[in-house]
Nanobody, 127 residues
Framework: QVQLVESGGGLVQAGGSLRLSCAASGRTFSIYGMGWFRQAPGKEREFVAA????????SYADSVKGRFTISRENAENTAYLQMNSLKPEDTAVYYC????????????????????WGQGTQVTVSS
């Protein structure tokens, strides 16, 4: 089992920045990669960014490319999502997730690729 706890959400004005953190515990040695997803009211959960745990390869949704940066600190078993130039349409509950099923260095983008999920943290961007 892997447990995930997100933090860092909040209310910010458009154009501002936030950094989300996702702390992993438990069987962290089994983690292949980490991902960030988000879900706005009335919408499906969507991919935001992903990173492989060992190789550090990254992948981003087109809507956040150039504004968001995913990173990880292996020694602390923590993944981060730095969000800059935030827009009102970025408002959502943000979830981190851990994948343990794969090998290689290819970041995974599907919700079905992930085995463990955090509880979510609210990000609200005001216009």
């Amino acid at each position: 089992q892997v447990q995930l706890v997100e933090s860092g959400g909040g209310l910010v004005q458009a154009g501002g920045s936030l950094r989300l953190s996702c702390a992993a515990s438990g069987r962290t040695f089994s983690i292949y990669g980490m991902g960030w997803f988000r879900q706005a009211p009335g919408k499906e959960r969507e991919f935001v960014a992903a990173i492989t745990w060992s190789g550090g390869s990254t992948s981003y949704a087109d809507s956040v490319k150039g504004r968001f940066t995913i990173s990880r600190e292996n020694a602390e078993n923590t993944a981060y999502l730095q969000m800059n130039s935030l827009k009102p349409e970025d408002t959502a509950v943000y979830y981190c997730a851990a994948s343990t099923r794969y090998s290689g260095n290819f970041p995974r983008r599907g919700t079905y690729d992930y085995d463990y999920w955090g509880q979510g943290t609210q990000v609200t961007v005001s216009s």
